[in-house]
């Protein structure tokens, strides 16, 4: 792995929780300097400005995470600093490889990564996509990348949008179903707190069941639900007409759909 330094345009939650999960998988901090208006600082002695360099950033990994309708304002800011030697890294929802290109003509490599805030903790998912995944820097990424967790290429641009639809925004879907089975406790009569803390342990405990099994998901549900038991009687409300599935997959249509209206605004 080259010690390129990792340049973090924009260092808000995502890219926050990135850093920190690149901390806690030791990467050394002295690879890392943060561009953010406010110039908060990271902590952990690493490298803070408000203001994008004056020089070039050379052979480095440049990471941009500000929002996707900053992209038109902020790249021509930047692209005198990037050079052939220059990755550049967009974790922005939708922007695409074209569009990417468009703002940085003349950046060596351009990738998008799709991370989620799991990341923090090594346990996030990581989607990947390169104009050249077998070309420059494309390896140092996805080795940076798998750093956080599961890092998967995407082989066509299509899907990213649904990428970042499941495993980008996924967490979020989680943690509502989370909620949810927490105030279903609450509702009949458990303690608030009580219940919040079983139900958060309860998605823990499964998914690491589920992802150290074999088996489904489905087939995992049926080992829960003991014939003529009471989880076959919670599980028909949900598969009732395929309420659940139905209801996700129209949550995934919204947010793979606000994704590709993002990707519009930014051509624009
Ligand atoms: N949140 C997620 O779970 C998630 C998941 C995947 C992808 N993303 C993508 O990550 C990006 C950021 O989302 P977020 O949730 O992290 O938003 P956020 O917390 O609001 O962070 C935005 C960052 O952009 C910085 N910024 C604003 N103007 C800038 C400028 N002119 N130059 C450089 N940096 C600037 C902000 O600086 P200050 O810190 O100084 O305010 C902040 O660090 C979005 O493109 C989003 O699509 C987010």
């Given at each position: 792995?080259?010690?390129?330094?990792?340049?973090?345009?924009?260092?808000?939650?995502?890219?926050?929780?990135?850093?920190?999960g690149w901390l806690v998988a030791d990467e050394p901090t002295d690879r890392f300097r943060i561009v953010r208006p406010s110039g908060v600082p990271f902590g952990s002695g690493i490298s803070v400005q408000s203001h994008l360099p004056q020089s070039g950033f050379g052979e480095a990994i440049v990471q941009i995470g500000f929002k996707p309708h900053m992209l038109a304002d902020i790249a021509p800011d930047m692209r005198s600093?990037?050079?052939?030697?220059?990755?550049?890294?967009?974790?922005?929802?939708?922007?695409?490889?074209?569009?990417?290109?468009?703002?940085?003509?003349?950046?060596?490599?351009?990738v998008r990564a799709m991370p989620n805030t799991p990341v923090a903790l090594g346990k996030g998912v990581v989607g990947l996509i390169a104009?050249?995944?077998?070309?420059?820097?494309?390896?140092?990424?996805?080795?940076?990348?798998?750093?956080?967790?599961?890092?998967?290429?995407?082989?066509?641009?299509?899907l990213f949008d649904v990428v970042t639809a499941l495993s980008g925004s996924g967490p979020a879907f989680v943690f509502r179903f989370m909620d949810a089975l927490a105030r279903g406790g609450e509702a009949l009569g458990l303690d608030p707190a009580q219940a919040l803390r079983m139900a958060v342990e309860t998605v823990r405990g499964a998914a690491e069941l589920a992802g150290q099994s074999d088996e489904r998901p489905a087939t995992l549900a049926d080992r829960v639900a003991s014939p003529g038991g009471s989880t076959r009687k919670g599980l028909d409300i949900l598969d009732d007409d395929e309420a659940l599935a139905k209801l996700v997959h129209a949550t995934l249509e919204a947010a793979t759909s606000r994704n590709r209206e993002m990707a519009e605004e930014a051509r624009r």
């Open positions: 792995m080259s010690e390129l330094p990792i340049w973090l345009i924009g260092c808000g939650n995502m890219a926050g929780a990135m850093l920190a600093l990037v050079g052939p030697e220059t990755c550049i890294v967009s974790i922005l929802a939708g922007v695409e490889l074209a569009t990417l290109r468009e703002a940085f003509p003349d950046a060596g490599q351009i104009e050249d995944e077998q070309g420059e820097h494309a390896a140092d990424v996805a080795t940076l990348m798998a750093k956080l967790g599961l890092a998967e290429w995407i082989a066509d641009e299509r």
